[in-house]
C-alpha cells in the first residue's frame, strides 16, 4: 500500500474512532467454525422410524382440524388416536427418544408450552462457567449446553442427525411451539447435519424462534416465526441450507438471518460453483428488517417478498465474532421488496421497549428495533464483496432502493491497516426494475441509489436520481462495467459523518441520534445540513473579510465573492438534497468564485492567492465528481483533499486578514517590496 493509501486510510480511522462507539453486538455465539462441506441438502423423506407428539384434549383437538380437507382430517385422526397410546406430550420428550439418524417427528395440531423446559436452572446448571454477552445471556459450549439443554432453549436438538420434524397440519398455524418469552430460543439445533424443519410454527422469545447453528445440511420448509426480541431464523455457520416458503414477523432484528454463511467462495470471482444457503419464496414483513447477514456468505436468494419493515434486506461487514467476514458472494433474484419504510422507533421512544417482553404488544404489531437501520431502503450493503443483485422489483421506499455503506475492519475486530478498505468491492447492482410494481403502476423510490463513494469495480443500473448524482454504469454481466472505474478508499466526508451519528443508536440507553434522517430527522435537524450549515455560514465570513480588507477595490474580486457566497448558500440545500444537482452547482459557483478571489490575491499575495486558485480548482474537480463523472484512478474523492486544504487555507486567511502594522510617528517610510508578499 502506498504512503498516500495509508495515510488516507488512516486519516478516516481516526475520524471514525472518534466519532464512533464501539458497536453492540448483532448475535454473539461460541467461537465455531464453518462445516467441511461433505453434507448435502437433506431431502423430505415419508420413510424411516416415526415419533408422535400430541396433546390429549379430543375436544379441543376436533375443533382446530374441523376445517381440513376430509383426507387431512381423517390421516390426523388416525395420527391423534395413536398418539395417545403410543406418542408424547412434549416435543422434547420426543428429541429425546431418538436413537439415531433418519428419524422422523410428527407434531399434531395444539399448542405445545413445552412445560418441562420452563424451570429455572438448578445445582450446576444455575452457576456455568461461561462469558456473559452484551445482550444478557451466557455464551455457553457445546457441552454446556448438552449438559444444561434448557437453560437458554424451549427445544434442544444437540448432535441429532438427519432428524425430520414436522406439524400434521393444514399450515403452519396449526401447531405452534410456544415459548413464552421464557426462553432464548424455541428451537435450537446444533451441530444437527441433515435437520428437516416443515410445516409448524415457533414464536415468542427473547432472542430466535428457530436457530440452527453449526450444520451442514438443513431445510426450513413451509414454516412460520413470530414476535421475537432478535430473529425469527437465525442460520449461524451453517453450509448446503434451504429456506423455502417460509414466513416471518415482529422480529426486533429480521425475519431471516443466515448469518456467518459457509463461506465456500471467499477468493473467487462473480463466477462460483454453488452457494452455500438458497432462500426462495419466503415472505418477511413487519420486522426491524425484511433479511439481514452478518457476513452472509454466497447465499442465494431470489423470489422472496422483503416488504412493509424499516429496510428490507441487509447484509455487513461490522460486528466481531462472525467467521466469514467480510461478506460476501450473496445473490439477489426476482425479489420483490417495497414498501419498507415503517418507523419502530417510536416503540423505543415512548418507552414500550423498556418493559419486559410479554408486555410489549408484540402480537399487536409492536416491534422493538435492537439496533440501527436505514428507515426507508430496499436493500442496504455495509460493506460486501462480490454481491449481485440483479432482475429484482425494489419500489415505494422513502429513502434509497439501493444503499452501499464502507465498513472499515476495526468494526469487526481486525486492527490491521491493510485491511481496512477491504469492503464494498465488485458490487453488481444490474437489470432491476426500480420504482415500478410488478403491475406496472408507478411506485417510485425516493433515490435509487444512496452510496458513499467506497471501494472498487462498483456498477449500478437505473434510471432515476442518485446520490452521488452520477455512479459507474454496468456491463452486461457481474464483473463487466459500462465505463471507468472508480477505486476510493473511503467514502464522502459529508457521508461518513451521516453514518458515524446514525450508529449512535442504542435501544438499551433509549438513545436515538437526533441529526439522522433513519430516525426522523428532517431540514436543518440532519446532521449533514447542520455540517454543512455551519461551514457555509464559517468560510462565508473569511470570504467577505478578504472583500471587505483585501478585495473591496477590485470589481473581479467583488464579483468573485459573490459566486464564493451564492456557493456556499446552495451547498446548505444541496446537503438535503444530495440526489439532485444542487450539490454540483453549489460547488462549480464556489470553485469559480474561490478562483476568480485566488487570481485577484495573487497580485499581492503570491502564495496566498495561490493556494485561493488551488482551493477553488479541487472545489471545481468536487463539482465535476458530484455532477459529471465520478473520477477514475484516485485513491480519495476531491472533497477530502479539498477539506485538508480548506484547513491550511483559513488559518493562512486568518493571518492575511490580521490588520497592516502602521508605521510609527516621524519613522521614515519603508521602500517598497520588490515583489509580492505571501
Known sequence: MSLLRKLTVAAALVLACVAQAAPALAHEERPVDFPDGSGSVPVYRTTGPELLVCKT?????????????????????????????????????????????????????????????????????????????????QILSFEQQRQC????????????????????????????????????????????????FRNFTAQRTTFNSLYILATDGFVIDRMLTRWNDEYGFLT??????????????????SGIYPGSASDINDGRG???PRYSIEIRRCKSYQNMVGYSGTAGDSVWAHDNDFFDNIAGA????????????????????????????????????????????????????VVCPQIGA????????????????????????????????????????????????????DNFYGGNKLGVAPDGSARPNATEVFWDGQGSRNCFDGAGPTSPYVVPKCGAKPG??????????????????????????SIADRRIPAGCDWFGATGLARVEVQVALGTSVFLGLVVLLLWARRLRGSRAGAVSALLALAGLVVDVFGAAADHTLLPAIGLLLLGAGLTGMGLVLRREYRFFGGATVLMGVLTLADAVDKSLIMIPWIPVGPAWARGLLAVVWVLWAVVRLAPRPRPSAGAPASPAPAGASA
Open 314 to 365: 441487509s447484509m455487513d461487514s461490522l460486528f466481531p465474532g462472525h467467521p466469514g467476514l467480510p461478506q460476501n458472494h450473496a445473490k439477489f433474484e426476482r425479489n420483490r421488496i417495497y414498501d419498507n419504510n415503517k418507523d419502530y422507533y417510536k416503540y423505543v421512544r415512548d418507552g414500550t421497549c423498556a418493559k419486559p417482553p410479554g408486555q410489549r404488544g408484540y402480537e399487536s404489531g
Open 149 to 196: 439443554p434448557h437453560n437458554q432453549n424451549l427445544v434442544a436438538i444437540l448432535g441429532i442427525r438427519d432428524l425430520q420434524v414436522e406439524g400434521t397440519g393444514a399450515t403452519p398455524r396449526d401447531v405452534i411451539i410456544d415459548a413464552q418469552y421464557k426462553k432464548l430460543n424455541a428451537v435450537r439445533a446444533d451441530m444437527a447435519n441433515g435437520i428437516y
Open 236 to 253: 449461524f455457520a451453517s453450509d448446503h441450507g434451504l429456506y423455502t416458503d417460509c414466513e416471518s414477523h415482529g422480529n426486533g432484528d
Open 480 to 505: 463487466d462495467l459500462a465505463g471507468p472505474a472508480t477505486n476510493r478508499l473511503i467514502g464522502e466526508p459529508s457521508k461518513m459523518v451521516h453514518s458515524l451519528v446514525c450508529a449512535e443508536y
Open 374 to 425: 436505514a428507515r426507508g431502503v430496499g436493500i442496504l450493503t455495509a460493506g460486501g464483496n462480490h454481491n449481485i443483485f440483479r432482475d429484482n422489483w425494489i419500489y415505494g421506499h422513502e429513502r434509497a432502493a439501493f444503499m452501499l455503506l464502507w465498513a472499515p475492519a476495526f468494526l469487526r475486530g481486525e486492527e490491521a491497516l491493510g485491511k481496512q478498505a477491504d469492503t464494498s468491492h
Open 270 to 272: 462473480h463466477d462460483v
Open 57 to 137: 384434549d379430543r375436544a379441543d383437538f376436533e375443533r382446530r382440524i374441523a376445517g381440513f380437507a376430509p383426507d387431512l382430517r381423517s390421516e390426523n385422526r388416525r395420527l391423534f388416536d395413536r398418539c395417545r397410546k403410543e406418542g408424547f406430550r412434549h416435543l422434547q420428550e420426543a428429541v429425546n427418544a431418538v436413537k439415531g439418524p433418519g428419524y422422523r417427528i410428527k407434531i399434531l395440531p395444539g399448542v405445545y408450552l413445552e412445560e418441562p423446559s420452563l424451570p429455572a436452572p438448578t445445582g450446576a446448571c444455575a452457576s456455568l462457567n461461561a462469558r456473559w454477552s452484551s445482550w444478557g445471556y
